[in-house]
């Protein structure tokens, strides 16, 4: 089940219990054992597979994540209760992991987000109670916490930690120079634009996500292994692609605000339709806030509050 991918570089492909289907976990070879990059949900398909591996022989040596969502934190408490594995975080992600703790205990299950969303247009969504997984994948601290531009070890060999904020607000990459190999979590997918997630008034994730997309731009990496999905064979080609994918998503966005203003939750049904899942909808509905609250940024988009709620108008 472990695939090489490097001399040193094996990867784990664990299920989600959502989208994508799978979270690419790795395992980097070193003298003491594994290195293990993001670990997979808490979930009981996602621990069977790790028990496989371990009971073939596998010693993990350590856990590092990109970011504290559930699919790549998940596990992390896991391994730190039933094997003594230690855990390394960026200590961004610790108060991320923090302050999602707290949300728990004051509204067990609730989306932290709801407010905003609604002020977003969208609807009030109701108390989600099939969140166990991810109540259960916060609970631990970690051994060990970094800061950007540390270097760490993954195996034998010490990796830069490049903050890359955006698709969450913790979200690191690992680079290692010599072997030109870059662990880009969910900052950059093969096959799809990842999400940029807007949590609050305030907040420009697109302008963080592209900035930190500028300086992987710096990075000479020749093997770039994302969170999810098939590894990227050519770094500047894949992003060139994204941004004239962005390019487009913007105009259509512009497009979509019609003349007595538009908040951004009818803007992303006359982007993305009205016939997707309810997980789908969530995704489009957060990543067209990101993306009016970025052209607002920029000036070519208005905001205006009418009735609690925020509405977008062309500014031409
Ligand atoms: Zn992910």
Known sequence: MMQKILDDVFLLTVPIPY?????????????????????????????????????????????????AHTDHIGLAGWFQQQFNVPVWMAAKSYAELNKIRAQFINEKYFNPHALFLVRHGGPLFRKQDNRFHQYK????????????????????????TIWTPGHSPDHFSFFNEKNQVLFVGDHILNSINPIVICNGEGDNPLKDYLQALEKLMQCQA???????????????????????????????????????????????????????????????????????????????????????????????
């Open 19 to 67: 989208d994508f289907g799978n979270v690419n976990c790795y395992l980097i070879k070193g003298k003491r054992g594994y290195t293990v990059v993001d670990t997979g949900d808490y979930t009981e398909e996602a621990i069977a597979v790790w028990q496989k591996v371990i009971s073939e022989g596998l010693v993990v040596e350590k856990v590092v994540v990109t970011h």
């Open 137 to 160: 994948s916060y609970q631990f601290d970690p051994d060990m916490v970094f800061d950007e531009n540390e270097e760490i070890p993954l195996g034998d060999y010490s990796y830069n």
């Open 222 to 316: 020749k093997y770039v292994l994302p969170g999810h999905g098939e590894p990227i064979p050519d770094l500047m080609a894949r992003i060139e692609l994204m941004m004239s994918h962005y390019q487009k998503r913007w105009n259509q966005t512009y497009d979509a605000i019609n003349e007595q203003g538009s908040t951004a939750f009818e803007v992303s049904q006359q982007v993305y339709g009205r016939n997707l899942s309810q997980e789908r909808a969530g995704s489009a509905f957060y990543q067209t806030i990101t993306n009016l609250t970025y052209l607002e940024s920029l000036g070519q988009v208005k905001i205006a509050e009418k009735e609690g709620k925020i509405y977008f108008y062309q500014n031409s």
